[in-house]
């Protein structure tokens, strides 16, 4: 079984300013995907970023980047440039090819003005 | 739009009724999946199911029946909802296992009295 393990459960950063999530993860599987999802204080769960294991490439969509290392099994999110917007809770995920997910147990990002 | 759709969006209930909580998704996703989510504990997954009449246990699926007799449908059914199944609870689709990231739905609060 996989295991998804975020160690920060707060955060906090300036607008503007640079932040990085960590999350580390435990899996026997080869093939595998992993996510970051964004869940703002509407409840609605929204993906930020994916990265397919067999990529060594780091995924990057706009100001959100990730930096992944597969032997260490660590996958961070940096946020740069923070605005208000990103404040929220963020969620590290494992998706295997045999069909179970695994969710950390979340970051509360707050981004202050 | 793409979507997956899940209703009720909030439903309270007593001890023992039998309720049905419905997910629909019209991306023709091959992949559905339920979550529930927990102060603290991330998203755990009760069911998943890779396609039409294949249905698999996730890491929380005691309480829980789900059926998949149409690609588009995944309905969670609990026959005897019991106090500790309060919870919000999200559905899911993705076109394989993980590619691409999981479609949420809106989610629906459960609350059993």
């Known amino acids: 079984a996989q295991t998804v393990t975020q160690s920060q459960p707060e955060m906090s950063v300036q607008e503007a300013e640079t932040v990085t999530l960590s999350c580390t993860y435990d899996?026997?599987?080869?093939?595998?995907?992993l996510f970051w999802y964004k869940q703002p204080p509407s409840r609605q769960m929204i993906l930020v970023i994916r990265?397919?294991?067999?990529?060594?490439q780091n995924a990057t969509e706009n100001r959100f980047s990730v930096n992944f290392q597969k032997a260490a099994k660590s996958f961070s999110l940096k946020i740069s440039d923070s605005q208000l917007g990103d404040t929220a809770m963020y969620f590290c995920?494992?998706?295997?090819?045999?069909?179970?997910?695994?969710f950390g147990d979340g970051t509360t990002l707050t981004v202050k003005p | 739009e793409a979507q997956v759709t899940q209703n009720p969006r909030y439903l309270i209930t007593v001890t023992g009724k039998k309720l049905t909580v419905t997910c629909s998704q019209n991306?023709?996703?091959?992949?559905m999946s339920w979550y529930r989510q927990d102060p603290g504990l991330g998203l755990r997954q009760i069911y998943y199911?890779?396609?039409?009449?294949?249905?698999d246990k996730g890491d929380v699926p005691e309480g829980y029946k789900v059926s998949r007799k149409e690609k588009r449908n995944f309905p969670l059914i609990l026959e005897s909802p019991s106090p500790n199944q309060t919870s919000l609870y999200f559905c899911?689709?993705?076109?394989?296992?993980?590619?691409?990231?999981?479609?949420f739905g809106s989610g629906t609060r459960l609350t059993v009295v």
């Open positions: 995920a494992f998706g295997g090819d045999a069909g179970k997910s695994t």
């Open positions: 899911a689709s993705s076109r394989r296992t993980g590619t691409g990231g999981y479609t």
């Open positions: 199911s890779m396609n039409v009449e294949v249905t």
């Open positions: 991306m023709n996703h091959e992949y």
């Open positions: 899996t026997s599987e080869n093939n595998y995907y």
């Open positions: 990265q397919e294991a067999y990529k060594q």
